[in-house]
């Protein structure tokens, strides 16, 4: 049976109601995620075995919360307890990560104080088929690029497959080093990718011939992607498949490439959003769903585009949408 590993860093999210709300009420709801733990969560969601690294501080709250991640049927035995914080942000309600108003509070946590050469990599990677992690973790500190660089390197040498989000937060990169200078030997290693143009040409130097969606049309989108796509795929080797997201005004889409094959989802209208974050997560965790199962292309894309969507309509990090549910929704889909 494959088992994927879902590598980062578990984050608090607080969520205040601004103008004074958050204050007056004395209150702020609290979510627990993290782009590689709310794959995990999807993944669990939709009955894929998942395991679930990190590092928390060993005291009771974190005995609660791995006692709420593995009651979603993640298995937990990865989990290092060491160091002293959880990581943490604030995202004020309605707002999107890739918005200003992000602040993070992350340094000195558990996991951003993991150390090279430390981790046990036979005991954490054994089992494992699927090995996922993000750009977040290597925006953290040159350890924990380090660290990413020792799991992609056991996890080749164990045939494992390697898939990467590109997200990109400008803000998490202040230790000195460019993205560029980091990210592409990582993605070396990588076979599935998802990102989207800007994203991509922050992270690996693959310029985009579009600056922004806006004022373009569904087909220069589509167009830039493709060329976008053949430099990673001229310049990573090991990346077998490609996958892009356009979060548009008023839709939604993705393009996919797997091998010489390109496939576009339907363009979903976007409705009345409640939580940006974790849509593209839910996307993530559709792709390798998708891939593990070996679905049609289009299916595969059509549903992490569905699942991305969905979440958009969910308060919270990670999505609890089933299988089912969201197959409901592609099938009624006009």
């Known amino acids: 049976m494959k088992k994927v590993l879902s590598f980062g860093e578990l984050l608090l999210r607080l969520s205040p109601v601004l103008e004074n709300q958050w204050i007056q009420t004395a209150s702020m709801p609290v979510y627990i995620g993290g782009a590689e733990l709310n794959v995990a969560q999807a993944l669990a969601k939709w009955n894929i075995p998942v395991k679930y690294f990190t590092a928390l501080p060993d005291h009771y709250l974190s005995k609660e919360i791995t006692a709420y991640i593995a009651a979603k049927n993640i298995d937990i035995s990865a989990i290092q307890f060491s160091g ?6 604030y ?3 309605g707002v999107d990560l890739k918005n200003a108003g992000v602040i993070y509070d992350r340094d000195y946590s558990s996991f951003a104080s993991l150390q090279p050469l430390t981790i046990n990599w036979n005991i954490i990677l054994k089992d494992i088929t699927w090995l996922h992690f993000s750009a977040i973790n290597p925006a953290l500190n040159a350890n924990t690029a380090a660290i990413c660089k020792e799991a992609l390197i056991e996890a080749r040498e164990r045939g494992i497959t390697i898939s990467i989000d590109l997200n990109y937060r ?11 200078t980091i990210m592409p030997e990582l993605v070396n ?3 599935v990718v998802m990102g ?5 040409e922050s992270l690996l130097g693959i310029r985009s011939v579009i600056k922004e969606s806006t004022g373009k049309t569904n087909q220069e989108l589509i167009s830039a992607t493709g060329e976008s796509m053949k430099s990673i795929h001229l310049t990573f080797p090991s990346v077998t498949t490609i996958a892009y997201t356009f979060r548009l005004n008023k839709s939604y889409f993705g393009v996919m490439q797997h091998g010489h094959d390109q496939v ?8 009345n959003t409640i939580d940006k974050v974790g849509s593209g997560d839910c ?3 559709g792709l390798i769903f998708g891939l593990i199962n070996n679905h049609p292309l289009q299916d595969i894309i059509d549903y992490a585009a569905f699942a991305a969507v969905e979440k958009l309509y969910e308060m919270g990090d990670a999505t609890s949408r089933t299988e089912k549910d969201i197959r409901v929704i592609m099938n009624g889909f006009k």
């Open 264 to 271: 576009i989802s339907k363009e979903i209208e976007l409705k």
């Open 170 to 180: 400008s803000k998490l990169w202040q230790y000195g080093m460019n993205p560029v």
């Open 84 to 89: 002293n914080r959880v990581g943490s942000y």
């Open 91 to 93: 995202l004020p309600q």
């Open 283 to 285: 996307f993530m965790a």
């Open 189 to 191: 290693y990588c076979n």
């Open 196 to 200: 989207n143009l800007w994203a991509v």
